[in-house]
Nanobody, 125 residues
Framework: VQLQASGGGLVQAGGSLRLSCAAS????????MGWFRQAPGKEREFVAG????????YYTDSAKGQFTISRDNAKNLVYLQMNTLKPEDTAVYYC???????????????????WGQGTQVTVSS
């Protein structure tokens, strides 16, 4: 199984980025997907998740109204559209797959089976 995250970079505060995560080696359409992030000196935290049928999405409070998660099961891709970025959004962003046919979004990293390598997002003030 491989999850390849991309789309990170350096952006000014108020800007936007769209992260992508390409999955291979698994039945992508049957897995819930999540985005987590880890800032320097901090623990990895949940950002957003989406169920396998895209019926349910869930966002951490800081991401609500700012980030949007979506998926394209035909292309084995999951996205994280990030708008109005702030310096505190600076982190390495990871995509994760877990919970086959699970009809809720888990915020716990332990409930995700596969992880991508991460993509760096840096927001300058």
């Amino acid at each position: 199984v491989q999850l390849q995250a991309s789309g990170g970079g350096l952006v000014q505060a108020g800007g936007s980025l769209r992260l992508s995560c390409a999955a291979s080696g698994l039945t992508f359409s049957s897995y819930g997907m999540g985005w987590f992030r880890q800032a320097p000196g901090k623990e990895r935290e949940f950002v957003a998740g989406i169920t396998w049928r895209s019926g349910t999405t869930y966002y951490t409070d800081s991401a609500k109204g700012q980030f949007t998660i979506s998926r394209d099961n035909a292309k084995n891709l999951v996205y994280l559209q990030m708008n109005t970025l702030k310096p505190e959004d600076t982190a390495v962003y990871y995509c994760a797959a877990g919970g086959r046919y699970r009809d809720y979004v888990s915020r716990s990293a332990s409930q995700y089976d596969y992880w991508g390598q991460g993509t760096q997002v840096t927001v300058s003030s």
